[in-house]
């Protein structure tokens, strides 16, 4: 099993910066990729970025070039570092683990598919 916390949201103004952390905890040998989603009022989930454990990433085309995944590997983290943040980003920010293998330290078929944190509300004013 594994457990991720998203932190660092809140509330910032159109142009700002904010960096989101999501710590995964639990059998982390079971993460194939991080990945950042978030859910506006009345919208459905978008995915936002997502990091693969051999380092690739993909970035949303509404959010490329303003934000910016990375990870580190010692404490089980990945940061989402966003810039010139705009009111249309304001969002509920959820950070999802993945597992496409299931082959976790106890094995094959040890692994949830998709492990969410509870999400952090990122607000962007004008």
């Known amino acids: 099993q594994v457990y991720v916390a998203e932190s660092g949201g809140g509330l910032v103004q159109a142009g700002g910066s904010l960096r989101l952390s999501c710590a995964a905890s639990g059998d982390t040998t079971c993460i194939s990729a991080m990945n950042w989603y978030r859910q506006a009022p009345g919208k459905e989930r978008e995915l936002v970025t997502f990091?693969?454990?051999?380092?690739?990433?993909y970035y949303a085309e509404s959010v490329k070039g303003r934000f910016t995944i990375s990870r580190d590997s010692g404490v089980n983290t990945v940061y989402l570092q966003m810039d010139s943040l705009k009111p249309e980003d304001t969002a509920v920010y959820y950070c999802?683990?993945?597992?496409?293998?299931?082959?976790?330290?106890?094995?094959?078929?040890?692994?949830?598919?998709?492990?969410w944190g509870q999400g952090t509300q990122v607000t962007v004013s004008t």
């Open positions: 990091i693969t454990d051999l380092g690739s990433t």
């Open positions: 999802n683990a993945v597992s496409l293998t299931g082959v976790g330290s106890r094995g094959p078929d040890s692994c949830e598919r998709d492990n």
